[in-house]
Structures are given as C-alpha cells and as structure tokens.
C-alpha cells in the first residue's frame, strides 16, 4: 500500500489545503491517517489531525483533505497512515512542502547523505506567488521534469565527486511550544540568547532535526578598489547547495569536518536552462563560544 499527497493548495497565508490518496489498497477497514507537518523534511514531525476512514474494498480510497494552519517559512507534510491491521503495518507518504513539492521518492545515488531530489512530477510553481498549484500532468511538465531530474543528478554527482562539503542544516523553529523559560510574550522574543531550552529562539527546542547536505563554498570576488566601509563583505562566505531543502534567514548550517557553524543571512537562487537548480547562501561563521554550539548533531 503506498500514500501519496497529491495537492498543497495554499489558500492564504494562513490557510493551505491538502489532498491525498492511497493506491495498491491491500486491506478494508478502519484506516486511520495522521497529517504530520514539520519545519525540516528529517523531522521531527508533529501531528496536525487525524483522521479515520472505513474502507470496504474498491479500488481506490476516496481523496482526503484537509486544511492546516500555514505560516510564512516552508512547511513540509507527510502522511502516516495506519492500516485496519494495526501499528505495525504502519506507512509513510512521501514529504512534500509547500512551496516546491519536494518529493522524497526521487533521491540522489547514495540515500544514505540524505538529500532527496525534488521531483516536480504533480505540481508546478506558480512563478508570480512561488506556490504550488493544482496538478498538472501535461507532456510540457514530463519534459521539464525528466530535464530537472537530469540536471539535479548531475550537479549532485558533480558535488559528490569534485568539492562537495558536507554540512548538517538546522532548520531554525518557527512554531511549536514557546520557550517556557525565556519567551517574553509582550515582545514575542527570547530574553536570553544564551538559553538552553531554545537557543534563543524563542521556540522549545530551538532547531529541527539535521539534514545532511552537499555544498560548496564559493570562492569570493575580493574587489581591489573596496572601501574601508564595505570590510565586512570581504569576510562573507557564500556556500551554494542543490535547491531544496530551502534555506531560510536564521537557520544554521555546520560544516561537518570541522565543526564550524554558520549562521545564514541570505539566499538567491540560481537556474540552469530555465531551472531552478541550486540556491547560495551568505552566511556569518559564529564564534565558538555562540549558544548554536550547543544543538547537538553527529560529528565524524
Ligand atoms: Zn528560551
């Protein structure tokens, strides 16, 4: 049995629709199916509903949907659906988030670095809003989408085999339970940057899970004829990554070999033929001593 997610519908900045569906039904019954959102495609994941549905034996479920509270940042979705047989034959959709349908079904050769590529298959991108819009399953998208594939897996073996760096992303919190030790919720801010509940985040927990990247530092065009006042520009590092995860202001990446963090300050994106394939950060390096420090991932 297998979930998909077949449409994110954004229908205001508050309020984004879902649809999914289940193929290769092998069971009847009670299923029960818990719409999990997180801030990270690793999780962790929180339950935003659940939902159960009888099932008598047709060939399709009928399509589920709901609608869940959205925020601004890129929200990813999954499915666990869990069968009338019981826990234990419990199963995932793949993750798909808002604004880029990144589908998890599609990865790059080694699984185990954790990058997925995305697979546009079902949606395209609205360019004026940058949201996924309703299925589209035209001759147009297949070819632009075995092209994106294409290129996404070459520039991913490129990285792999040249200069790739690896680096853990640490997707910043933007919702969940607030710091019930250092939120202040006359600012809505953290009081305390040297928190050790939120990292000065203000959200219990401060990051999600890591994520496993490949990236590659770019190598800075130092102008001769800088001036004094522009300095701080000749220490700014720039690190390019494949598009997605996306990358947002404030999430923190770790430069695994070393452990040197970087704090991420801004992101552009870059396209190949038409597509989008890679975004580039500039990031700040934090010093040793910065409360980031303390979210833990594995070093080798
Ligand atoms: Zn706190």
């Not at 339950?47 to 609608?67: H, I, K, M, R």
């Not at 001759?139 to 994106?148: F, Q």
Request: include cysteine.
């Amino acid at each position: 049995m297998k979930a998909f997610i077949t449409a994110v519908l954004p229908v205001s900045k508050t309020r984004v629709d879902l649809q999914w569906d289940l193929e290769e039904v092998t069971e009847s019954g009670a299923f029960t199916f818990e719409l999990e959102r997180s801030g990270s495609p690793a999780g962790p994941w929180t339950t935003v509903e659940t939902f159960v549905d009888v099932y008598l034996g047709a060939d399709d479920l009928a399509d589920e949907s709901a609608n869940v509270l959205s925020l601004s940042r890129d929200i990813y979705y999954r499915i666990r659906v869990v069968p009338p047989s019981g826990a234990a034959n419990e199963f995932y959709s793949a993750v798909v988030n808002l604004d880029n349908q990144a589908e998890t079904e599609v990865c790059g050769p080694d699984p185990a670095i954790g990058y997925k590529v995305i697979d546009p298959a079902q949606f395209e991108t609205d360019p004026e809003t940058n949201l996924t819009k309703r299925p589209l399953r035209g001759r147009s998208d297949v070819r632009r989408r075995l092209l994106r594939r294409k290129i996404l897996r070459a520039e991913y073996i490129m990285l792999k085999k040249l200069n790739g760096i690896e680096f853990y992303l640490l997707k910043r919190r933007h919702f969940g339970t607030r710091c019930t030790e250092c939120y202040d919720p006359t600012t809505r801010e953290s009081t305390r940057s040297h928190c050790d509940v939120c990292y000065g985040t203000s959200w219990t927990g401060g990051y999600f899970n890591p994520v496993l990247l490949l990236g590659r530092r770019l190598v800075s065009q130092i102008q001769s004829d800088i001036s004094p006042q522009t300095k701080d520009d000749i220490n700014q590092t720039r690190i390019q990554f494949l598009d997605y995860p996306r990358l947002d202001e404030g999430d923190i990446l770790v430069e695994r070999a070393h452990n040197k963090r970087f704090l991420v300050k801004s992101r552009y994106f870059t396209s190949l033929k038409t597509i989008t394939v890679h975004q580039t950060v500039s990031v700040s390096e934090l010093q040793r001593q910065a409360k980031e420090f303390d979210v833990s991932v594995t070093l080798p």
